[in-house]
């Protein structure tokens, strides 16, 4: 039997390591035991101890024949494997998205007459019938009321077109909230305060299932077509992480181990982003500075891989037909001066402001949806804040399309032969011939007038993303915040540009712009206010300069995003030091503990239980306890572990027991072995005394014991104890003095403390 | 669809393609597949071009560029490649009696107002090579010396797609989202309906006794035994979706009505 070979190779020392648990291999193991609950916070100590010897157990299994050597090597391999598979769904799923929102939001206008599946652009794309003052209307694509009346440019096929685009918002909308109700609630909102909190070592059953990853990739091109201001970015995050979820139960390695699975989905994390922003070091390091908690070397290196493989799956599938792996996607190399940092500066103040003013306003809104009857109607919110949303988006042309276009339009620049509005220019009639860098010209009609359309489109988006951010549909909010910062920075760049051509004499202009030069470009300014808005309500810095910077693919303009990105987050810190997702965690209250110090001088046995007046610990001892006590024990007490210690006198720790492991034990033992019953003893020692033969069959528990519980005596400052929580990922730490166990502290325990200390309601931290 | 911006060189256009050699270049790449009628002399002096043409189909399949500007190593390349067939597996898409050549390729250049002319924008699927102001744009709307400066200004830019993954990620995407809605449909309206007309009061005692069962031993306990009493498949599938069931009225319990996570 392999079992019982393995305990000739098992060393003393393994007895000792972590929960000495596996190595008693004398009966076969319990089903689940080791398995958490659902909402519970895993011991990242255990769970690391527990493929320490799993691994041992393999490395000493391989020497033995080939095709266990062969199966080692298996094991080992199975990390990568699942990062590349990892890579290859979630680039499938983000081209899959990125194709069918592509097509779903030009169907709220118009459909493509001789193949449906076509957009707007696909439909024209072979077309000669293109003029060069209609660049993108051809016969094939018609728009509804050109379809249904006949007539173009009438007033009746404009409100016909509006009323079509608005209900084919609702339409969509309604959807998506239904499939989220119906299949899979957990679907909604960003995921990534709850993928944080995940990571950081917390259960939540369904949350990367199968059916939630389903319905969120189908949900999400609906609500991201359907025009709301919201993005796909967070909730491909989500995508990813479900990805790597779904991978991991095809081996044992990762099913079968909640802290490996958490290295896993960290780099599952770094692939999605590395789809969304079609950046992959970007992801990675956005994995490692803002979702990640555990993030040794080895996940970095793997993160890498699934993020570079995603890149590459989406790449071959060039949903956008340029490419490259995002829409708004731009090349410039015109240099900037110096003198521009002050109008970046200024970009990030703004940056930092907004992030302050999103928090807030949003935050207040979500505590209202949750304690108040708001929460009540979530289908009718959603209809709501999508009609509103799409009867004051059509109007204005650079609402009505979807954010993405408008951020691709507004990150670039004007060439010699845009069409758009906003590159309206008088141009000198003299002029030879349109080069590259064409130099500063005056602002035409169609420029002004672009600037107050965007000046409206900037209140609009920045008062509805507040209201949609939180409702119960996928919802990210990278988009919406770049797209108010690309707005405030074209604007800016428009002023300064103007500014430089009329005023080439101030002191300022002077030195770097001379006339017939071109000296400012309004599309690096919108880039700088994208990087300082996202800066501001995520609080990223390397990240989102490396993702912005993956995005223009220009080193030259690293100092100006970071320049931007670092006042935006001081701004924002002055005003609160939580970023949104570390807002929308405190709200939830998940136990979620941040790399915040912590600078009481409190002790150990302030913040143990039992307190003072309340009844002593529930414990076991090792020996006396029978099968009913313990079961009382169960039903009465709501713990989720038990100190067990030698004898209730002495109170000399053994180890500790969950209460999971106990319950499964005990009924496992009840239903397959003879002779345990209530009258039963439990034993935690190694060897049970022989018992006389009217006793009843002892039960022995000590392969469920852990051996090795974390104690700290009760004068230790909560600081090292905080400490200890924090960075080797405790559950719960017993407290002990001159060797007797005195009380326990649990991780909610010390958040509770946390949130006192801070003059917060310690209630509001709800799980365990 | 790519973009390749293609700038008008004139030294290099007669050194690098020759007309007589591209013009054979265009006349496969438009031959139908499959088409088994090729002159032997051509085929001679052609083999070449077949390799060329070859590897071009197999990169429409695969929906890839062949001079990819962007990607420098060949080795991503080939990864890209085959991930790019995998995914064509999933999709169960090989297409290859479309003729994607014809569509999927565009050379499209956009040539501002110059003098008396208005701008005009061309549009032709011609190869990668020909994509310039020369070979665009026809008829040529100005004389000879002007035709330099017209096509200076003029902007032509090389694009690829493929029409076909369009098509079938939309109607994959659909098809999912009807079954979907077809699904949610029969969940919500029908099934209780059929229900409380085959079964009357009787599955309602049950659903309360579902309830009842929430305790940890009690619950876990029963799901043993049932799954034990009944093995066929049916029920195994019946059993798995009604614990599915449970598991997501669960979630809409806690998002939806107790707002604990997710608000």
């Not at chain 2, 031993?217 to 066929?232: E, Y």
């Given at each position: 039997m392999a079992e019982a070979e393995a305990i000739s190779n098992a060393t003393p020392t393994e007895e000792m390591n972590g929960s000495g648990n596996l190595m008693d291999f004398l009966d076969e193991p319990?089903?689940?035991?080791?398995?958490?609950?659902?909402?519970?916070?895993?011991?990242?100590?255990?769970?690391?101890?527990?493929?320490?010897?799993?691994?041992?157990?393999?490395?000493?299994?391989?020497?033995?024949?080939?095709w266990e050597f062969v199966k080692s090597l298996l094991d080992a391999w199975s990390g990568w494997v699942v990062m590349l598979l990892i890579g290859l769904l979630s680039g499938t799923l983000a081209g899959v998205i990125d194709l069918a929102v592509d097509w779903m939001t030009d169907l709220k206008e118009g459909v493509c007459l001789f193949a449906f599946w076509y957009s707007h652009e696909q439909c024209c794309w072979t077309s000669n019938e293109t003029t060069f003052a209609d660049r993108d209307k051809c016969p094939q694509w018609q728009k509804w009321a050109e379809l249904m009346t006949g007539h173009t440019e009438s007033a009746g096929a404009y409100v016909l077109n509006y009323f079509l685009y608005v209900l084919w918002a609702l339409f969509f909308s309604f959807l998506a909230v239904s499939l989220v109700r119906v299949f899979a609630p957990y679907a909604c909102g960003s995921g990534i305060p709850e993928i944080k909190t995940i990571l950081s070592g917390f259960i939540i059953r369904g949350y990367l299932g199968k059916w939630t990853l389903l319905v969120k990739t189908v949900t999400l091109v609906l609500v991201v077509s359907s025009g709301l201001s919201l993005g796909k970015e967070g909730p491909l995050v989500h995508v990813a992480c479900c990805c790597g979820n779904l991978f991991c139960s095809l081996f044992s390695k990762y099913s079968k181990n909640e802290g490996k699975r958490r290295e896993v989905l960290s780099a599952a994390a770094a692939a999605g982003v590395s789809v969304a922003f079609g950046a992959p070091i970007g992801g990675v390091l956005f994995s490692l500075e803002e979702v990640s908690y555990y993030f040794p070397l080895k996940t970095l290196w793997r993160s890498f891989f699934a993020a570079l493989v995603a890149a590459f799956t989406l790449r071959s599938i060039n949903p956008f037909g340029n490419n490259r792996l995002v829409l708004f996607y731009v090349e410039y190399h015109t240099p900037w001066y110096m003198a521009e940092l002050v109008p970046f500066i200024l970009l990030g103040v703004f940056g930092g402001l907004w992030g302050t003013l999103f928090i807030r306003g949003n935050i207040a809104w979500c505590r209202r949806r949750k304690m108040t009857r708001l929460g009540r109607y979530p289908v009718l919110e959603v209809i709501a804040v999508t009609g509103i949303t799409a009867i004051l988006a059509f109007p204005n042309p650079y609402t009505r399309r979807s954010t993405s276009q408008l951020i691709s339009e507004l990150f670039n620049d004007c060439g010699a032969l845009e069409s758009s509005q906003l590159c309206d220019y008088i141009n000198n009639p003299n002029m030879s011939r349109p080069e590259d860098d064409?130099?500063?010209?005056?602002?035409?009609?169609?420029?002004?007038?672009?600037?107050?359309?965007?000046?409206?489109?900037?209140?609009?988006?920045?008062?509805?993303?507040?209201?949609?951010?939180?409702?119960?549909?996928?919802?990210?909010?990278?988009?919406?915040?770049?797209?108010?910062?690309?707005?405030?920075?074209?604007?800016?760049?428009?002023?300064?540009?103007?500014?430089?051509?009329?005023?080439?004499?101030?002191?300022?202009?002077?030195?770097?712009?001379?006339?017939?030069?071109d000296c400012v470009t309004p599309g690096l300014y919108a880039m700088v206010g994208a990087a300082a808005c996202l800066g501001g309500v995520t609080r990223m810095t390397v990240s989102l300069v490396v993702i912005m910077f993956e995005l223009t693919g220009g080193l030259e303009y690293i100092v100006p995003l970071m320049a931007a990105a670092v006042t935006s987050k001081w701004v924002a810190d002055a005003f609160g030091k939580e970023s949104i997702y570390e807002a929308h965690i405190r709200l939830n209250g998940y136990p979620y503990l941040d790399q915040d110090e912590f600078t009481h001088r409190t002790l150990a046995t302030d913040v143990m239980r039992p307190r003072r007046n309340e009844p002593p610990l529930a414990v076991l001892t090792q020996d006396s306890t029978t099968v009913e006590d313990v079961e009382t024990l169960i039903k009465e007490t709501d713990y989720n572990g038990f100190p067990v210690v030698v004898s209730r006198e002495s109170e000399r720790l053994i180890g500790f027991v969950q209460r999971r492991d106990l319950t499964l034990a005990i009924r496992n033992a009840r239903q397959k072995q003879d002779g345990v019953?209530?009258?039963s003893v439990v034993y935690f020692t190694e060897e049970p005394p022989c018992l006389a033969a009217s006793h009843p069959q002892p039960l022995k528990l000590r392969r469920i014991l852990n051996l090795s519980p974390f104690t700290v005596t009760d004068h230790t400052p909560m600081e090292t104890v905080v400490d200890i929580f924090r960075k080797l990922g405790l559950r719960q730490c017993l407290v002990t003095r001159s060797g007797r166990l005195l009380g326990i502290i649990t991780k909610k325990d010390v958040l509770r403390h946390m949130a006192q200390m801070t003059n917060q309601d310690p209630e509001s931290i709800m799980f365990n | 669809m790519r973009v390749v911006p293609v700038h008008l060189f004139p030294g290099e256009r007669t050194s690098r393609a020759g007309p007589s050699w591209s013009a054979d270049l265009c006349g496969r790449i438009f031959r139908p597949l499959g088409s088994p009628a090729v002159s032997a002399s051509f085929q001679l002096r052609a083999k070449p071009t077949e390799y060329t043409e070859a590897r071009r189909r197999l990169n429409a399949v695969l929906h890839l560029c062949e001079s990819c500007s962007s990607m420098s190593a060949?080795?991503?390349?080939?990864?890209?490649?085959?991930?790019?067939?995998?995914?064509?597996?999933?999709?169960?898409?090989?297409?290859?009696?479309?003729?994607?050549?014809?569509?999927?390729?565009?050379?499209?250049?956009?040539?501002?107002?110059?003098?008396?002319?208005?701008?005009?924008?061309?549009?032709?699927?011609?190869?990668?090579?020909?994509?310039?102001?020369?070979?665009?744009?026809?008829?040529?709307?100005?004389?000879?010396?002007?035709?330099?400066?017209?096509?200076?200004?003029?902007?032509c830019?090389?694009?690829?797609?493929?029409?076909?993954?369009?098509?079938?990620?939309?109607?994959?995407?659909?098809?999912?989202?009807?079954?979907?809605?077809?699904?949610?449909?029969?969940?919500?309206?029908?099934?209780?309906?059929?229900?409380?007309?085959?079964?009357?009061?009787?599955?309602?005692?049950?659903?309360?006794?579902?309830?009842?069962?929430?305790?940890?031993?009690?619950?876990?306990?029963?799901?043993?035994?049932?799954?034990?009493?009944?093995?066929?498949?049916?029920?195994?599938?019946?059993?798995?979706?009604?614990?599915?069931?449970?598991?997501?009225?669960?979630?809409?319990?806690?998002?939806?009505?107790?707002?604990?996570v997710l608000s």
């Open positions: 319990i089903p689940d035991v080791g398995m958490y609950e659902d909402f519970h916070t895993i011991d990242w100590l255990r769970e690391k101890s527990r493929d320490t010897d799993r691994h041992r157990k393999i490395t000493s299994r391989s020497k033995e024949s080939i064409i130099p500063d010209r005056p602002a035409g009609p169609g420029v002004y007038s672009a600037l107050w359309q965007l000046a409206l489109a900037l209140i609009f988006k920045m008062v509805i993303t507040i209201f949609t951010f939180g409702m119960k549909i996928p919802s990210g909010l990278f988009i919406p915040s770049m797209a108010v910062g690309a707005i405030a920075g074209r604007i800016m760049g428009i002023a300064v540009e103007q500014m430089a051509y009329h005023h080439h004499d101030w002191i300022i202009f002077k030195n770097w712009c001379r006339p017939g030069a019953v209530s009258s | 060949p080795r991503s390349r080939r990864a890209g490649r085959v991930l790019v067939a995998l995914w064509f597996l999933v999709t169960l898409s090989v297409q290859q009696t479309e003729a994607k050549n014809s569509e999927d390729i565009r050379c499209k250049c956009i040539c501002p107002p110059y003098k008396d002319i208005e701008g005009q924008i061309y549009n032709q699927n011609v190869s990668l090579k020909d994509c310039n102001c020369l070979h665009v744009v026809e008829p040529m709307p100005v004389e000879g010396k002007d035709v330099e400066a017209y096509c200076l200004r003029c902007e830019k090389y694009e690829e797609r493929s029409s076909g993954t369009i098509k079938v990620t939309i109607i994959i995407y659909l098809s999912v989202l009807g079954l979907l809605l077809l699904y949610m449909v029969y969940l919500t309206l029908l099934e209780p309906m059929l229900k409380r007309r085959l079964f009357g009061h009787s599955q309602l005692i049950q659903s309360e006794d579902d309830v009842g069962d929430q305790q940890p031993f009690a619950n876990a306990h029963d799901v043993l035994s049932r799954s034990r009493s009944r093995p066929n498949m049916l029920n195994k599938v019946e059993h798995a979706q009604q614990r599915w069931r449970r598991q997501v009225q669960e979630q809409r319990k806690s998002v939806f009505d107790r707002h604990v």
